[in-house]
């Protein structure tokens, strides 16, 4: 009878040339881990994998891509009953992997699935958004998600990171604030909002700071809004001098609601959903994740 736990590796076809990577899976395997393999040509491709990974008992599942692979592992993974649920483990293989780069998930290969296999695991809250929508990492509205949803896919892989940044300065004469209302636990709040960042996690687009204090097992959503409706002086402040920024409203709660009279796109760890009225709620300690002892994102 072997004991040894299965561990399913979700891998986005993009990264399925990745030679560092094949090193480490080998190298696991000779050290007698049970890692499988299965990789995605398209969005769906994973929440199918996970449910394989239910009826194989596996005790993890690795999401091995950017955060919008980490997003529909995670998604779906919620979505199992909680006593069948694998641990998340998570390999960073994306362009801007701005929630394993804030968890401190190291970039080598090695290292990386070291730690998705064997890791502690922590319980860690997850973000349903809308009944039938998720997050982990961020949702980002107003004109930073017409940043990361727009950037062009050639664009990110020659640049990196740096492409949400350029690419929303060319676009600069088009962006305009979203007119909205938010509401959370003793937080209300209505005006025109430049960027709206709301985080399980800290940061998106590829390195910006949204939600600098934000926990992920603290049963709370970080709220940040980048008002004004002159766009280049408010984002000049807010961007050298956040602390003397006029423009910048901080809440906290463990859901909020957010409606506008048209529609507003929001930003869901890389994933668009569009619309006029949000709910957006916490569900606490769904998910247990392996992640480094020295995660800054937990209390
Ligand atoms: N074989 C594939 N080739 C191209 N795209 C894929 C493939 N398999 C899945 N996808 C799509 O890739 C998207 C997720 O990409 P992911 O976020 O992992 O990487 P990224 O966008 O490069 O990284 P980041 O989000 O960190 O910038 C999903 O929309 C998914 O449908
Ligand atoms: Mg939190």
């Known amino acids: 009878m072997d004991n040894t736990p299965i561990s399913l590796l979700i891998l986005n076809g993009k990264s399925a040339d990745n030679v560092p990577l094949r090193e480490a899976v080998m190298a696991q395997r000779e050290k007698g881990q049970d890692l499988q393999v299965r990789v995605t040509w398209e969005k769906g491709d994973a929440v199918r994998y996970v449910d394989e990974a239910v009826q194989l008992g596996a005790a993890t599942v690795i999401a091995g891509g950017g955060d919008g692979t980490i997003n529909e592992v995670a998604a779906a993974l919620a979505q199992v009953a909680q006593d069948k649920r694998p641990a998340l483990g998570i390999l960073p293989l994306g362009t801007a992997n701005d929630f394993a780069t804030s968890t401190s998930i190291p970039e080598e290969m090695d290292k990386a699935l070291a730690l998705a296999l064997l890791g502690k695991t922590t319980a860690i809250d997850i973000v349903r958004v809308n009944d039938d929508h998720y997050f982990i990492n961020m949702a980002t509205g107003g004109f930073g998600t017409r940043i990361t949803t727009e950037t062009p896919e050639r664009l990110k892989a020659a640049l990196g990171g740096v492409s949400y940044l350029i690419h929303g300065l060319m676009r600069m004469d ?45 049963g709370l959503l970080d709220l940040r809004i980048y008002t004004g409706e002159e766009l280049l002086p408010a984002l000049f402040t807010t961007l050298t001098h956040p602390e003397d920024s006029p423009n910048i409203v901080d809440g906290s709660s463990a859901w909020f609601e957010i409606t506008a009279p048209h529609d507003i796109t929001f930003n869901l760890d890389g994933e668009p959903l569009t619309g006029q009225a949000f709910r957006i709620d916490v569900m606490p300690h769904a998910l247990m994740c392996r992640l480094p002892p020295d995660c800054e994102l937990l209390k």
């Open 174 to 218: 088009t962006l305009k604030p979203d007119r909205c209302e938010i509401r959370g636990e003793g937080f209300q709040w209505q005006g025109d909002a430049l960027v709206i960042g709301i985080g399980n996690g800290r940061q998106a687009g590829g390195g910006q700071q949204l939600c600098p204090d934000a926990l992920i097992n603290d």
